[in-house]
């Protein structure tokens, strides 16, 4: 899959909790940051949701995110987040483990473990990882993943993060061409650098954590999206757009 090599841009949407039939305040917050990204983001490559999608898991809260989403037009790019029924999901979308755009790799790295919240990386899904980066460093590389890897100064969020950081970031060592790792699962914004990586998360399209929060606590912020372009040169510029209010 080619496109314009000069810009790519990417929208990561994520942590939509959406259900079945119960919980329309969440569908109506991502309607209306769908109808924002469809105001705002003519010229979007595709869209990236970051994993809980659904709340339930349900066939339902599957075919409520597709229709919420059917506006945009783009390719739709997935994977689960510990709310998440991937074998259902996998239903309703067609999953990859990675796309190419231009001269961009996009690696989808699956976090989720069953009947937990917290999440860590299998050692398929590592030697995946280490496979897909050896056949494209010729590519610069992003990689999508549920939980960040990366603890919050956050102790009831840090107890349900990522268990096993340093095995990601060991196959990452010898790839100098990974440029971003970016997360959903925190409701939060979050940009720091790491091994010369930058992690990001994403707000949600529904509530928001109040970030270094040792209990769990809401935030006031409004929900939204991250747009993320990526330059020919391997530089990134991103940023994240909000509703300007709460719905």
Known sequence: MTTNNKRIRLIQLTDSHLSGNDNITNQQSLEAVVKLIEQR?????????TGD???????????????ALAPLSLPIHV????????????????EVDHVQYGD????????????????DISTAAL???????TEHQSS????????????????WMDNIGLKNPGALFERLKPFQNVRAIFSGH????IAIKQNGILLLTTPSTCRQFLPQSDDFALDTLTAGYRWID??????????????NSKV
Not at 41 to 49: D, G, H, P, S, V
Not at 79 to 94: C, I, Q, S, T, Y
Not at 146 to 153: F, I, K, R
Request: some cysteine.
């Open 79 to 94: 994977l689960a987040g510990n709310h998440d029924a991937p074998a259902e999901m996998a239903k309703h979308f067609n």
């Open 41 to 49: 983001e003519t010229r979007a490559n595709c869209l990236i949701a």
């Open 186 to 189: 925190v409701h939060q914004e």
């Open 140 to 155: 610069f590389v992003i990689i999508a993943i549920h939980h960040p890897p990366v603890t919050l100064n956050s102790q």
């Open 104 to 119: 961009w790799v996009i690696i989808f790295v699956s976090s989720f473990v069953e009947n937990c919240a917290h999440g």
């Open 53 to 67: 999608l659904s709340q339930d898991g349900s066939a339902q809260s599957y075919r409520n995110f597709k229709h």
């Open 230 to 243: 990526c330059l020919a040169n391997g530089m990134i510029e991103t940023g994240v757009t909000r509703l």
């Open 127 to 133: 030697v995946r990882l280490q496979t897909l980066l």
